[in-house]
Every structure is written in C-alpha cells, then in structure tokens.
C-alpha cells in the first residue's frame, strides 16, 4: 500500500541520515551531561551596562550566590518566568543572594520600558552583541546558570523556570548556607 514507499525510503542507509542522526544523539547526550553539572567550573568574567549605563563586572559579586539569567523582551517563556525571577530576588534579598539577568536584545530601547513597566528591581544588564551570551555558550533562551559564592558555576537550566518552587529555593538557600 502507501506505506511500502515511505518504509523503504526510512530503511535506506543515508550516509547523511546516519550523521546528523548521530549528531542530535551526542547533542541530547551534552545537553544532559550540561544540565546536570555536577562538576564545579569557573564562570567567564564579563563586563556589561546596567540600564542607568554604569558598567558591572560579573566578578564583582563574588562572594554571593548569583542567579544569572539570559533572557530577551521577545522571547514569551522569558517573559513569563520573570514575575518568578522578582519574587524570588525579594525573597532572598538580603542574603549575599542577586538574581542578575542579562537582556540579549538588539534593541536595548525595548529592554528598559519592560523592566521598570513590569516592576522588576533586580539588576539587569545589556548585552546586544552577545559577548557574554557567547562566552556562556548560550544556544536558546531563557538558559539560567546558578554560580557559587567562589565564582564557580554549579548548574545550568534550560527553558523557563518555576523559581519559586520549594525544592528550587531550598537549593538555592542550601548554597548560600555554604
């Protein structure tokens, strides 16, 4: 029927087929390994504009647990996890804790309405050339790193995120604990 030609043509050894077959195998198979990220590695310094253009250095915060989110105005799992980002940010104000999101906007103009229309008082910092993204090897938005008071990145997420999940804070207070 039908199907005979669509079977044959599934059971044909493409060389290509075979490849990128093998390829989205090994790239599930990083992104798995990236995400668990049990191993501690040092996260790439930066320098980038905060909104009011003051320069930040990422290093700057060490010595705090750093919630550090790339994200974008257009991206809609973005826009929908960051009234998390907020609360969050205020629940663990005060406790060597800073939620520091980095916009990927080309048009920084975008970015800054949508942070003070929206209320969202952590830091957030421009980087429309991706510098930073790049150096974190960013592929998709929202990806979220968790760094470590010594400046080690400790986790990474990918999509959007339920930041005030229980077990999502508890680990969070539990690194800042340490």
């Known amino acids: 029927g039908a199907t005979k030609p669509v079977q044959e043509y599934h059971n044909q050894k493409d060389p290509m087929k075979l490849k990128l077959a093998a390829f989205f195998c090994l790239a599930l198979f990083l992104a798995g390994a990236a995400l668990a990220m049990g191993e501690k590695t040092a996260a790439p310094d930066f320098t980038l504009s905060d909104l009011a253009g003051q320069k930040v250095k990422l290093s700057s915060y060490k010595g705090k647990v750093i919630l550090l989110n790339f994200w974008a105005t257009w991206c809609s799992a973005c826009r929908v996890e960051m009234p998390g980002l907020q609360k969050l940010s205020e629940k663990l104000k005060n406790r060597n804790f800073v939620v520091l999101a980095v916009a990927l906007d080309r048009d920084e103009k975008a970015v800054k309405p949508f942070i ?3 209320g969202y008082s952590f830091p957030v910092l421009l980087d ?39 077990t999502v804070v508890k680990r969070l207070e539990k690194l800042i604990g340490e």
């Open 116 to 118: 003070f229309n929206n």
């Open 128 to 166: 429309p050339a991706g510098r930073a993204a790049r150096s974190y090897n960013i592929t998709a938005i929202p990806t979220t790193f968790i760094i470590n008071k010594k400046g080690q990145t400790v986790e990474r997420r990918l999509g959007a995120i339920e930041w005030t999940d229980r």
